[in-house]
């Protein structure tokens, strides 16, 4: 038995640890079958707890700043072998004050609607003796790039990061030991960023700051054991004229690399401090960075003469080029996620520019944004000879490991797994974004409340959702309501309880949960999830008694959101069959979490809640038969997914949706709160047949519509693209809108949620206890595929499911990790509780979908 991994907070030994006590967590690995943790002893430092509990002790010992902390655990299996391994964390500055002082340039205004220009703060120093250790420590209000000595440190992107600034801002460390020289210059170039920048649809800017702000300290250690410290303060000097001409997330970059240090215009810094008094936290999100390069696959001219690099792949990220230019020669960059008519297709874009503009000195340079990000799979390119430029690109998302792969003998459902991870990726940019590239980009919280599932499984979320969780709690409203984006950075909706968006501080913990184990995460974000639920209770009462009680329809619900059929209006109107609907699983749920937190009160009573809900779905929305009163697909899928149907009306209600589908020509018809559930509805109530005809259907609107058509990624409308080749540009109320460029993009990944059916159904492993210490391992097969397998990295190790079916015989492996178990059952209907090691087996393969209900 081995050790094969051992995380803090969810990452791998040695670095900075946040400002909260440690979670230390480790997988184990062995060749003996059945092998599970007995005991373990760890020990950080002179702490030390005996436990079976392989993924979720917290360090309860004292935690004092800047300080390395051994960690050392040793695990004794059920078989008596022992496995040891040992790794560290450093504390930051824990809370210590800070000595440097916030600066800014107070002379700048920034002008109305726009980003400012970005800053560029500097100061000199020496470092005459031998240094031992070196480590700088700095935060912005804006987003920075600092650079020692003339190179970048570190390689982020876009630090410190988005989060709620009003309530805490990260900062970010670096050892810088080996970069110092006799005499040294640190430069921070800050861009308006979220904080102070244009954002929103609406163009708002100076959210949380009316200019940039920059913070830092760099700490000496020499070898003589004196110290000293290098802090931002009035004796630092900014600029405004840099070669950053400017600087935004919308409209892009302008670099004008002719511009140098002794051309800019220099003044002493100004001191400032930000609005609110935020903590200052040391960074507990993952960082951004480039995860990849992407290069052309093909190179057109357009009509209007553009030349055009299609990079293959629909992603966030930022052009990285190698041009051979002449002083003062300006090349121009735009950017595009679909090409119409052979040209880049830029309305859906809204008022985002989405234009890097560089201007060149003499010779061969290199170029890539620093301070902005895209959404883009085309770039149109002005202002350069071809053969002068070498074009590629750099995706750009937060660190997220990878924890799940899904492939199955079906090409299009293997692209479309594809599409849905680069959907993630291009929208887990620091935070949950809806899309990448138009004038949002904004967190808003029904997207991420549908995609959770599917994006566990995909990859390690922990640790990015858990920052993003901390903003969803701190910005939650007095009343309970949980914005409608989070960060709310200028968002202009209300803040009140809004259906399945609300529910988010539900869904996204409890998906974390199942896939992680982190009982902790559940128990920081209960008191949110109660407030929550209290709201929506008090909702569901107002102007809704006697048996419409529960019947949650006020103040607001996006309803069936993006629905292919009807327009905004229509989407709303169904509020209310979603809202009841959710609120009942939300309940549910929270029960599930009361009792894991030992609430046993509060279990029973958010039971009680979603019985009445149940009830009261059933009497006034359905004739008590299970046919809805006003049907349309969601209002079937949610009570069928949610467990709220009982005996022949589960039956009736299952094909009464399968009638609906028939009628749509065998197409879905759900808009965001319905997509994640549509086939576990039908999969789960003896429609396989139909689950799988809709997830193979190829024409629009369809998952494999998107794929056929060319996406790489998951569109925001089914119909993004029209089977005539328009783009669905139509404004929200229905009509052609020839300005506003509709609401359309080609990377939002809600609709992906699909993707938890293909691991839960296809290849069929799913959770049943947090971290998958229990979990099942039941294939679906069906729809033709000939085979499938999933693997997940748990907390415990990989476990796996992966089936062929050979003639008419069906042949299944499943791999389970140390320490759990494994209820695995193949479509005969045999079932088998597995514990650790490979298990294979084999049946009967019958091909034709089973009827009736499971
Ligand atoms: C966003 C969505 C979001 C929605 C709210 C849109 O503009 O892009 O994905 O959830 O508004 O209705």
């Keep these: ?251 892009g970059e302008n670099y004008d690399a002719t511009v140098t240090p002794d051309r800019q215009h220099w003044r002493r810094a100004d001191v400032t401090r930000p609005v609110g008094d935020p903590a200052i936290l040391a960074q507990y999100g993952p960082a951004v960075r480039a995860q990849r390069v992407l290069r052309p696959v093909a190179r057109s001219v357009a009509p209007s003469s553009e030349l055009i690099f299609d990079l293959g792949q629909n992603f966030a990220g930022v052009i990285d080029v190698t041009i051979r230019g002449r002083h003062g020669q300006t090349v121009t960059f735009r950017h595009a996620e679909v090409l119409v008519d052979g040209e880049l297709f830029v309305r859906s874009l809204r008022t985002a520019k989405a234009t890097a503009v560089y201007t060149c000195v003499d010779g061969e340079q290199r170029y890539s944004p620093r301070l902005t990000c895209m959404g883009f799979r085309y770039v149109g390119v002005s202002g350069i000879d071809p053969d002068d430029l070498d074009l590629r690109a750099l995706v750009l998302h937060s660190d997220l490991p990878e924890t799940g792969a899904f492939r199955c003998s079906n090409d299009l459902l293997n692209r479309l797994q594809s599409a849905i991870r680069w959907g993630g990726w291009s929208n887990f940019v620091d935070i949950p974004t809806d899309c990448p590239q138009r004038d949002e980009r904004e967190g808003w919280t029904g997207d991420y409340a549908v995609f959770a599932s599917t994006a566990s499984f995909n990859f390690d979320m922990s640790r990015f959702v858990g920052k993003w969780l901390r ?150 929305l359905t004739d008590g038969h299970g046919t809805v009163k006003r049907e349309f697909q969601t209002a079937y899928v949610l009570p069928l997914h949610f467990g709220m149907t009982e005996g022949d009306e589960t039956r009736a209600m299952a094909d009464n949706l399968v009638r609906l589908i028939d009628a749509a020509g065998g197409h879905l018809g759900t808009g965001f709160p319905g997509t994640p559930y549509l086939l576990f509805a039908l999969s789960d109530n003896g429609r396989l047949d139909a689950a799988y005809e809709l997830l193979l259907q190829t024409s629009c609107p369809s998952w494999l519509y998107m794929i056929r058509s060319g996406g790489t990624t998951i569109w925001e409308r089914w119909d993004a693209l029209r089977p005539d080749g328009t783009v669905n540009t139509d404004s929200l109320t229905g009509g052609a809108d020839a300005d506003s460029g509709g609401m359309v993009s080609f990377n939002h990944y809600a609709a992906g949620a699909v993707g938890d059916w293909l691991y839960r159904r296809v290849a069929g492993i799913e959770p049943l206890d947090g971290g998958y210490r229990r979990f099942r391992v039941a294939p679906r097969p069906g729809g033709g595929l000939t085979s499938a397998e999933a693997t997940i990295d748990t907390p415990y190790g990989r476990a796996g499911s992966s089936w062929r079916i050979d ?47 499971d």
């Design 471 to 620: 903003d969803v709690s701190a910005e939650q409203g007095r009343g309970g309501g949980i914005p409608m984006v989070v960060p709310r950075a200028g968002n202009g909706f209300p803040v009140m309880a809004t259906s399945c968006w609300g529910d988010v501080c539900i869904l996204a913990p409890w998906a974390e949960y199942l896939a992680r184990g982190d009982l902790n995460l559940l128990r920081r974000h209960y008191p949110t999830m109660r407030r929550f639920l209290k709201a929506a209770r008090w909702w569901s009462e107002l102007l809704s008694v006697g048996r419409r009680r529960r019947i949650w329809r006020l103040p607001f619900h996006f309803g069936d959101w993006a629905a292919p059929d009807g327009s905004v209006r229509q989407w709303i109107a169904r509020g209310r069959w979603i809202a009841t609907a959710y609120f009942a699983t939300s309940c549910a749920i929270a029960a599930r979490i009361a009792e894991l937190l030992g609430e046993t009160e509060d279990a029973a009573a958010y039971r009680r809640l979603r019985d009445e809900a149940v009830r009261a779905y059933r009497d006034v």
């Design 1 to 251: 038995m081995r050790i094969s991994a051992l995380t803090l907070d969810g990452v791998g030994g040695g670095g900075l640890v946040t400002d909260e006590a440690p979670r230390i967590a480790f997988a184990l690995a062995s060749d003996v079958p059945g092998e599970a943790l007995a005991s373990a002893t760890i020990r950080v430092g002179d702490w030390e707890i005996e436990t079976d509990d392989q993924i979720g002790t917290v360090y309860g010992g004292e935690l004092t700043p800047y300080t390395e902390y051994p960690v050392h655990v040793v695990a004794t299996g059920v078989t008596g072998a022992v496995a040891e391994a040992a790794t560290s964390f450093r504390t930051g500055r824990l809370g210590a004050p800070w000595t440097a002082r916030w600066i800014t340039d107070a002379g700048y205004t920034t002008p109305k609607k726009a980003s400012p220009a970005p800053m560029t703060f500097r100061a000199s120093f020496a470092a005459r003796r031998p240094i031992r250790r070196a480590w700088l420590e700095a935060t912005a209000l804006g987003v920075y790039e600092l650079e020692l000595n003339g190179r970048k440190v570190g390689d982020q992107y876009f630090a410190p990061g988005f989060t709620s600034y009003r309530h805490h801002i990260q900062y970010q460390t670096h050892d810088v030991t080996d970069r110092l020289s006799d005499v040294n210059e640190l430069v921070a170039t800050v861009a308006g960023g979220w904080a102070v920048g244009s954002f929103t649809f609406a163009r708002k800017n100076r959210i949380y700051a009316d200019r940039q702000a920059f913070l830092c300290e760099l700490h000496l250690e020499y070898d003589d054991g004196s110290t000293e410290l290098i802090a931002t303060g009035p004796d630092w000097e900014v600029s405004t004229d840099g070669p950053f001409r400017a600087a935004e997330w919308y409209d």
């Design 807 to 853: 003639g008419d015989r069906f042949a299944l492996r499943v791999e389970v990790p140390v320490s759990t178990v494994c209820v695995a059952t193949l479509p005969d209907g045999t079932e088998h509780r597995l514990e650790s090691g490979t298990h294979e087996f084999a049946c009967r393969a019958d091909l034709a979908p089973r009827r009736g209900i």
